[in-house]
Each structure stands twice: as C-alpha cells, then as structure tokens.
C-alpha cells in the first residue's frame, strides 16, 4: 500500500550539523523507488526547505514540499501551488501593531526581505546575519503595511512566550494558529493553517487514505501532524508533549531515526 511520509525538517530530517545522512537519504529513495510519496512538511520558507528536498530526491519523485506549517504547499516537480494562505492585511497590521506594544520581536519574511523590530536580542540578531537575511529593521512596519504574509515568527525566551501566548490569543481568539517551534520561538499562522492539515491535503490530492499516512516530527509545531496522520512518529529528541501524543518513538535526529523507522516498517 502506498504510503505518504511526511517529515519536518529541524530536529528531525537534519541532523544537529543540519545536514541529512547518507542512511536517511538512502532509505527515503528506496522508499520513493517503491511508490511511496515524501513530502516535507516545515514551518521553514520555501528557499530555504528547497535544497534538503532535492537532497532526499523530492522533486525526482514528484514529492511536495508544505512550508510556513501548511500556509504554502508545493509539488516539487511540477512546481504546482497546491495551497497559499496568506493573513489578511488588516489582520496582520492589526497583530505586527499588537505585537510591538508588547515588546517582543518578531520576524516576517516578505519578497526576500526580513521585516522585524528594534525588540531582537543579540542572539537573534546574530543568526538572521549569519544566514545571510536582509533584515529591515522598523518599530511601526504595521503603518507600512501593503502585502501580506504566511507566517509571523517570535522569538524570546521560553517563559516569555508562554505569556506572550496567551496574550495574544486572548486578543484574536480564533483567527490565528500558534505554536513553539522550538524553545526560543513561536510561529503564527491563519487559522486552519497547520501542519497536519497540509498533509491531508496532499493525502487527498494523491487519493491516499489517512491511515496510510506517516508523519515524523520532533516538536510542538509538529504536533498537528503527528496527531491527524494515521502514524505519527516522534523523534527520541522530541519534546515532552510530542512524545506523549505519538503512536511510535524511533532513534534521534542525529542516529538516523527516521531510516530506522522505515527500514523496519515501510521498506520490502
């Protein structure tokens, strides 16, 4: 039966030095040599999933790519926009103005360009350079305002963003999707946009069957997927409350977990 395998990339896919092993590459081509369909599944723009995706042979395959934690969906070999949703302008002014009085940083990626505040801690700052991001800095980007957006990352520490959290769903109630995406960052997304969604969206699209989807994940943005996909597969490194709602728990990120997994379950 052919299965679909959806995987995140951090902390699961890549390995702590980013990279992909050549066992996870081998048993993801098997896999696709057998039929079944890999699709990567990140809260990551789409520049920067695109090369780990041909690294795992996506586009050879006719695999997808879901970026900004199911706002974007990609067929990597047609280059076919499956799904884009985006915030409402006025919505978003509306969150980017909320979000600045409460001091924290934020980041959004638009044409290239990183639109961010004056609230980033070194740290932050440091990494949107490293990796090469032209950052436009501004304390008033909600007046400026004239394109919209998939996703609003902030960054903070972890108990700084529990409050911010619940300030701002308090705030919009049901209009956003908020997740941890790691310890230091929470991702924003429209409502209905998620992970998990984007998986059973591709599923439909293939007329593959839920139970026969299989979704790798290591962290509270993954959640989503780990939960809706007939097997959700949490990494050994995965955070509490993922490893507590996953039907299976295989090796870390950096021992091959992902091949092992399916060398075991999936591959003839």
Not at 246 to 265: C, H, M, P, Q
Request: net charge positive.
């Amino acid at each position: 039966m052919r299965k679909l395998i959806a995987l995140d990339l951090d902390g699961t896919l890549l390995n702590w030095r980013k990279k992909i092993t050549k066992r996870t590459i081998d048993a993801l081509e098997k896999a696709q040599q057998q039929g079944h369909v890999v699709m990567i599944a990140t809260g990551r723009p789409f520049e920067s999933s695109l090369k780990h995706a041909v690294t795992v042979k996506v586009d050879k395959y006719g695999g997808f790519i879901s970026n900004f934690n199911g706002g974007l969906i990609t067929n990597i070999k047609t280059n076919e926009i499956i799904l884009d949703t985006k915030f409402e302008i006025d919505l978003l002014k509306e969150i980017i103005e909320f979000i600045d009085e409460l001091g924290v940083d934020y980041s959004i990626l638009h044409d290239k360009n990183l639109y961010t505040n004056y609230h980033s801690k070194w740290l932050f700052r440091l990494y949107r350079k490293a990796i090469g991001q032209n950052v436009i800095k501004d304390d008033r980007h909600f007046d400026k305002i004239n394109f919209s957006v998939n996703k609003i990352l902030l960054n903070d520490s972890m108990k700084n963003l529990k409050v911010t959290r619940k300030l701002i769903e308090d705030k919009f109630n049901n209009k956003l999707e908020i997740s941890f995406s790691s310890p230091v960052s929470i991702e924003i997304t429209p409502a209905n946009t998620f992970k998990g969604q984007s998986v059973l969206k591709v599923a439909e699209t293939l007329g593959i069957p839920r139970e026969d989807t299989i979704a790798f994940g290591n962290y509270g943005n993954d959640i989503s997927m780990i939960t809706l996909c007939g097997t959700g597969v949490a990494m050994k490194n995965s955070s509490k409350e993922l490893l507590e709602k996953a039907d299976y728990v295989t090796d870390t990120n950096n021992r091959d977990g992902i091949a092992k997994y399916l060398e075991k379950y999936v591959l003839k």
